[in-house]
């Protein structure tokens, strides 16, 4: 079993309880509004992380990071990319087994034509009534499942 966090929309908060609901994770992905490198930093003590730029992140650190991603992990290939709605490709034809976005703050897993598609909802400040969470990608040989952790906060 290869287990993968997932969190966006940091801004420049990374909550302890966020943190603990990550240990464990062999990967860590990062969907983006990160805020700073710090964030990243921190988050590279429990795994290697995956990040891509969110609409905040326009320092020159934040310029270092791609827009989108393609990764592949224990043979499931997964695209990142901060907004689902500036997608520009069929995730279906490209194979792909996930879409990881955040932008949104809302919460979301929904499997289309085969395709995972993530939005882990925002771990960093807490925006209208919207819930805090990440979300743990579990892969064990061929299938994928997802759960999405409310952080209590």
């Known amino acids: 079993m290869t287990l993968i966090g997932i969190i966006s929309d940091t801004h420049n908060l990374l909550r302890l309880e966020a943190i603990n609901a990550l240990k464990g994770s062999e990967i860590i992905i990062h969907a983006g509004d990160i805020g700073n490198s710090e964030i990243i930093d921190r988050l590279k003590i429990i795994a290697p992380v995956f990040a891509v730029r969110g609409n905040i992140d326009k320092s020159a650190w934040g310029d270092t990071l791609p827009i989108s991603d ?84």
């Open 70 to 153: 393609v990764i592949e992990i224990s043979g499931k290939f997964i695209y990142l990319l901060h907004n689902i709605h500036e997608i520009d490709l069929d995730p279906v034809a490209a194979g792909f087994d996930a879409v990881i976005s955040g932008h949104s703050h809302k919460p979301k897993i929904e499997n289309k034509n085969g395709v995972f598609f993530i939005n882990p909802g925002s771990a960093g400040p807490r925006r209208f009534s919207l819930p805090v969470t990440v979300a743990i990608l579990q892969i064990v040989g061929k299938n994928i499942s997802c759960d999405l952790i409310e952080l209590r906060v």
